[in-house]
């Protein structure tokens, strides 16, 4: 347990390179990709000439690293500057939708724990039987199935058939919890179907190389109940392993949501890094960039700790 | 043009200009009275955020969407054909070709309380025409100075000819933005919290996200809006656009896609419309290097392809085929040229053929990645590959292939939609001029700059449209593009809500909307 604040402080020292690695990186390739910001901003009208003074207007006629220093400058002293494209601040931005985008992962990964976790636990204690076949093969499904599809015939079927959801949009959670959990329900679902699928597959998997080890054929042998050593030694073996599963699946939910919050017209930082990494907004891009970097170190960190918490060895590895 | 010409000019324009006022101040009081109801906030789904609503710095068309509700222009013009309109501007004339007169409207007030007069239309022109970050200086470049005569009363005097100006006045540099909002601002950017005089005034936007506008209880209009407000709706993705306006989460989607009336017209509980607009669906030509400098091989592209076919897989059959830039229903077309090209397999070998290349060709082309995109010009590569032509296409993100074929001149061909402009010679200005972003080969065509001058010169609209009917009949022959139809306007509404008109423009206006509730 001592072990631990060495570790966040490990964790926390990692944080400043792994951020100026990452928005470097994301600013490199956004260069590397063929246009010009320039040439959006100068739009429908556009004149060569035109193009050429928006270049030097907004410093985008400067040398890469310099751009990308000035960038970091500001950055550093809190300030993630203005949207190429609308001139909003960026902080503006980023927490008018993270809210969104933070709540359809939560709400997916609790469906998807609340589910996934007891689908896999299912069949890893009846291995051969029907149940087991079922779960695997609906798990494969659930792999399969794309996201943006099932959404699609989500909305059809219970917002547009059944009046039972909103097809569009999101509210906020503090002034209206109700209707955003409401709005939050049928892409949170969509998305939580993999997770599910993921989780099923990789708990029935860790749980049945548990439950045929040496150590739970003793305990077997020693007569406690079936559900004690599933409950006491079985799932908390499972628990690192879903720990850090779980840990994975955040970053997959948050890339998840570039698609979902397109077919359900949610203002969410997915569609926000998206849009402006195609219009080259890269301001807006670094900025996002910067935030999802932290909230994956700080999961990422959680998982650790909690791992640590439940097997004192991870502290020290 | 003789000076009696010009009398007679200034007596019609001053005789029109006088009906329209009567009609639009008339309005309110008869056609929509009878059935127009007042309040309600209409939903809006728009696919794309604003560039700004400074219109100085916004930049696209789709910026129009919300423009309109915000701001009065100078001149206003009939959605469906375009003729002109008083608007702040009760009338304007022509003294001289060079010299266009204004009479403003009186005791028009700003959203912020301060006056609408000459000295803010001066102070306005002159931001659009000088201001570092001003996106509109190419509207303005035939205008000179302008002069403040009286309160009511300002002068234009041009460099040049340009009898278009009055159209172009109905546009970005047409639209009067408060002075005291744009000195009041840090830097003097209003991007995001512009003034005007419009049905409207404007509330909060987030971006990407919503808009929001409220009724401005002191329009100079009066009785006018009928909406209480309009709370605009971004969503990016077309078909969800349309599924809101079905669960009924939307009153009204715009700027819609053929695909998406198709889609609608299945669901009992919306109306969708398509009506003509002056979006063009075409592929932009570099003929100022091989192999598109050969005319022959330009006009075998144009014979090559079967319009028909397109229009029916691209537009779901609800665009116009055409072989000019400009719709049947617009003021300045000649309908004759939008036939030019029959289809011609034949013809179009045996003009390659005779352009030195027998075996056919092959040419770089560039154009966008979207799937709808993909979809026709994948019509447009098999029909090409009939006649021997081989398209080595690179589809990129539209902004990438603007770069790599517009700024980085590569390949010979672009195959892109063209955006819409009040008046036909900003079109024509923009596609085919020599500094023209959309025209990489640098190159004006011998004749070119003389019959787009001419629709300048001529003042009155029959002359003008014959000027532009000549200039259309140049570049049709010449092949300067390929054109491939020209685009429906599409939206999705709710039973509910009426007067609500796809303008020719593609640029929707509000002020007249109403909800049934």
Known sequence: MSRLPALIGRRLWQLLPIIIFATFVVFSLLQLVPGDPAVTLAGDYASKERIEEIRKLYGLDQPLIVQYGVWLLHAVKGDLGKSLLSSAPVIELIAQRLPNTILIATYSLIIATLIGVPLGVLAATRVGSRIDTLVTSVASLGVALPSFWLAIILVANLSLGLHLFPATGAKPLLVDPKGALLSATLPAVALAVGVIAELARQVRSALIEVLSSQHYRTLRAKGLSPMSMLWKHGLRNVSVTLLTLLGLQVNRLFSGAVVIEAVFAIPGAGSLVAYSAINKDFPVVQGVVLVLVVIVIAVNLAVDIFNALLDPRAASS | ?517
């Open chain 2, 1 to 517: 043009m003789t000076k009696k010409d010009m009398n007679m000019i200034d007596r019609r324009d001053v005789m029109k200009g006088t009906a329209a006022v009567a009609g639009a101040l008339l309005m309110p009081a008869t056609g929509w009275a009878q059935a127009a109801k007042r309040g309600g906030t209409l939903r809006v789904a728009i696919p794309y955020n604003p560039g700004a609503i400074d219109p100085m710095t916004g930049r696209n068309l789709t910026d129009f969407d919300t423009l309109y509700a915000i701001f009065d222009g100078l001149i206003d013009f009939d959605p469906k054909t375009l003729d002109l309109k008083p608007c702040l501007a009760k009338s304007w004339k022509f003294s001289d070709p060079k010299t266009l007169v204004l009479e403003l409207v009186d005791g028009v007030k700003f959203h912020d309380g301060t006056a609408f007069d000459s000295e803010v239309v001066k102070f306005n022109l002159d931001r659009y025409k000088s201001d570092p970050r001003s996106n509109v200086k190419a509207d303005l470049s035939t205008l000179d100075s302008v002069e403040v005569n009286s309160p009511t009363q300002v002068t234009l005097k041009l460099n040049r000819p340009n009898a278009g100006m009055p159209n172009i006045l109905t546009n970005r540099v047409g639209l009067m933005v408060s002075p005291k909002s744009i000195k009041d601002a840090p830097g003097g950017n209003i991007d995001r919290t512009a003034i005007g005089t419009g049905p409207f005034k404007f509330v909060s936007w987030q971006d990407n996200d919503a808009l929001s506008v409220v009724r401005n209880q002191d329009y100079w209009r009066k009785g006018l809006p009928y909406l209480d407000g309009i709370n605009f709706k971004i969503i990016n993705e077309l078909n969800t656009a349309v599924r809101a306006v079905v669960a009924g989460e939307a009153d009204l989607a715009i700027n819609l896609q053929p695909a998406q009336k198709a889609v609608a017209d299945r669901s009992p509980s919306v109306i969708a419309t398509a009506s003509p607009s002056l979006v063009l669906f075409g592929a932009f030509l570099n003929y100022g290097k091989p192999p598109l400098d050969n005319l022959k091989v330009r006009q075998a592209l144009n014979h090559a392809i079967n319009r028909d076919e397109i229009n029916k897989i691209s537009a779901v059959g609800l665009g116009q085929p055409s072989s000019a830039i400009l719709p049947k229903e617009h003021w300045a077309c000649d309908a004759a040229n939008q036939n030019f090209y029959k289809y011609d397999p034949e013809k179009a070998k045996r003009l390659l053929a005779e352009a030195g290349h027998p075996n056919g060709l092959e040419i770089e082309t560039y154009g966008w990645a979207d799937q709808l995109a993909m979809q026709r010009q994948e019509v447009i590569i098999s029909q090409l590959a009939k006649v021997g032509v081989k398209i080595k296409l690179t589809p990129l993100a539209p902004q990438q292939a603007v770069q790599a074929y517009m700024v980085e001149k590569k390949g010979s061909m672009f195959i892109s939609p063209s955006s819409a402009y009040p008046d036909p010679s900003q079109l024509y200005e923009a596609l085919f001029g020599k500094t023209a972003l959309r025209n990489p080969s640098g190159i004006e065509l011998p004749g070119f700059r003389e019959l787009l001058d001419a629709t300048m010169e001529a003042q009155e609209q029959d002359k003008r449209k014959a000027a532009f009917v000549k200039l259309q009949q140049f570049v049709t022959e010449q092949a300067l593009q390929l054109v491939q139809y020209i685009s429906p306007a599409v939206s999705v509404h709710s039973p509910k809500v009426k007067n609500h008109v796809d303008s020719l423009l593609s640029v929707p206006k509000f002020t007249e909307t109403w909800i049934d509730a």
